[in-house]
């Protein structure tokens, strides 16, 4: 009797976090070495990117109500709609978003971030957010930096180890903005359950990736000078406003929205 062949082994070094993401949300615009690296990862993986995309409807629906009309949204993601401006422009129709991500198989689906309303405008860039001013430099043509504009940062400079001096590269993209503005971030937690958290990056690292989560403290840096809206730094489910609370469930992920001065 012959002995089935073995499995191919799958190269994983060539996975990328927004495709990881894409399948970790239920998505099909991820490859076999995304899905090999995603199946490896802690079962809580799965919670932490639904807590993260429920989080981002959630405050891009708030800033939406509060009359922001004007979003740079960096480490967009493979499009998983409702995107970021299909919600805002439900309030605002004339609302401005410029997308950037660094995976070239995001500008391929870019044409479905590219639908805005009739009143509003949506562009791309790709660019990688290690090169903050390449970003603020297309913003520019697009966004009215004389007006307040939201930056959200969802689930990305957990990507961006600390020799690539990622609370530089944010108070630069913040630096570029006018009082009023709002930074919108979410960011893995390494102190939540520090077992998970080893587990995931294990597996990233084996993916090529570089992960680096982080405590809560250090969380808290990349809002220095900026003024947290209530509730504050809080884990994913926590954060909420003018809609029922979600329910309460365990988070590794800490999210917080902050205002320029």
């Not at 012959?2 to 990328?16: E, W």
């Not at 199946?39 to 981002?56: G, H, I, Y």
């Not at 998983?80 to 004339?94: C, D, K, M, S």
């Amino acid at each position: 009797m012959t002995a089935p062949a073995p499995k191919p082994r799958i190269d994983t070094s060539k996975a990328h976090p927004a495709r990881v993401y894409d399948w970790l949300l239920g998505g099909k615009d991820n490859y076999p070495v995304d899905q090999a690296v995603a199946e490896k990862l802690p079962s809580e993986a799965k919670d932490a990117a639904r807590q993260n995309r429920a989080f981002m409807h959630r405050a891009s629906a708030w800033l939406a109500a509060q009359g922001v009309d004007q979003y740079l949204d960096i480490g967009t993601g493979i499009p998983t709609e409702p995107n970021l401006h299909q919600i805002v422009q439900r309030t605002v129709p004339a609302a401005r978003v410029v997308y950037t991500d660094n995976d070239p198989i995001v500008l391929r689906h870019a044409q479905a971030l590219l639908v805005s309303s009739p009143e509003g405008t949506t562009d791309y860039i790709q660019a990688d957010v290690r090169d903050p001013a390449a970003i603020l430099e297309h913003a520019r043509r697009v966004l009215d930096f004389e007006r307040p504009i939201a930056l959200s940062l969802i689930a990305l400079m957990h990507f961006v180890p600390d020799d690539a001096d990622p609370y530089g590269i944010v108070s630069t993209l913040v630096g570029a903005l006018p009082s009023g503005s709002l930074l919108v971030m979410t960011h893995g937690a390494s102190d939540v359950f520090p077992d998970v958290a080893d587990q995931a990056t294990d597996e990233y690292t084996k993916g090529g990736m570089v992960l680096r989560f982080r405590n809560r403290d250090e969380v808290a840096r990349f809002f220095d000078g900026l003024d947290l809206v209530e509730p504050g730094l809080v884990t994913g489910p926590e954060w909420f406003h003018d809609e029922p609370a979600p329910r309460p469930e365990p988070s590794a992920v800490y999210v917080g929205v902050a205002r320029v001065r």
